[in-house]
């Protein structure tokens, strides 16, 4: 079925994407705790589960996808292996995403009068908080559909876990693409007399044989 592997693809493309975006808003929020914001620094451990998560996340999804690229078959696309790493990626994606809205800058623009150095950094992590809620919702989705269509299939195939997500053909029972079946018509009795399918004058009355040529049916010269 080419929708779920358009469904992988578009969920890891968004992965990816949204990661480098979370990495570098954290990296640079890391930085400003070291140079001393107090505020941030309250932060400072939501910013590094947000950078670890980042970082794992491009590890296993941009390593999948190059290893399918050129490696057909490989362990990291066994569907058994992708759920259990998928899984655990979208329950550190919710971790991270209730520790970034847990700062509680709020609405940034009050912070023009009282200390605007902290507009940048407040704005910084509204941006984490909205990837973080994404990737969650994106990685969560996939994880429901491969383990939907797992199941089903796993009830043709109970060896389904260890196929790779890229080759096996979801919703065709498991047989190769393009696989067509042909029923051969047989033949049917229709009540009548068998002598009319035989090619005329295929034995002659009277000597059991073919007639000769200028000889009668019959056998009469």
Not at 37 to 57: E, K, P, Q, R
Not at 65 to 77: L, P, T
Not at 80 to 106: D, K, N, P, R, Y
Request: glycine share 10%.
């Amino acid at each position: 079925m080419a929708i779920i592997h358009n469904i992988r693809l578009g969920a890891f493309v968004i992965s990816i994407i949204s990661s480098l975006v979370v990495l570098g808003l954290s990296a640079n929020l890391v930085t400003l705790t070291t140079e001393g914001f107090f505020f941030i620094y309250t932060g400072y451990n939501a910013m590094i589960l947000s950078l670890t998560t980042s970082v794992m996340t491009l590890l296993f999804v941009g390593t999948s996808m190059v290893i399918d690229h050129f490696r057909k078959g490989a362990i990291s696309s066994l569907i058994w292996v992708e759920l259990a790493c998928i899984g655990l990626l979208w329950v550190l994606w919710l971790a991270t995403a209730g520790t970034a809205t847990s700062l509680g800058f709020g609405d940034c623009s009050i912070y023009i009068y009282t200390d605007p150095l902290i507009i940048s950094p407040c704005k910084q992590d509204q941006a984490v908080q909205a990837f973080s809620w994404l990737l969650w919702l994106t990685l969560l989705g996939w994880f429901i559909t491969l383990l939907t269509v797992s199941i089903m299939a796993s009830r043709r195939n109970p060896r389904v876990w260890f196929a790779s997500v890229v080759e096996y053909p979801f919703g065709t029972g498991g047989s190769n693409k393009g696989e067509k079946h042909v029923l051969t018509p047989q033949p049917q009795y229709t009540g009548g007399s068998t002598n009319s399918q035989q090619p005329p004058y295929a034995f002659s009355q009277g000597y059991g044989q073919m007639p000769h040529y200028g000889q009668s049916q019959y056998g009469q010269p």
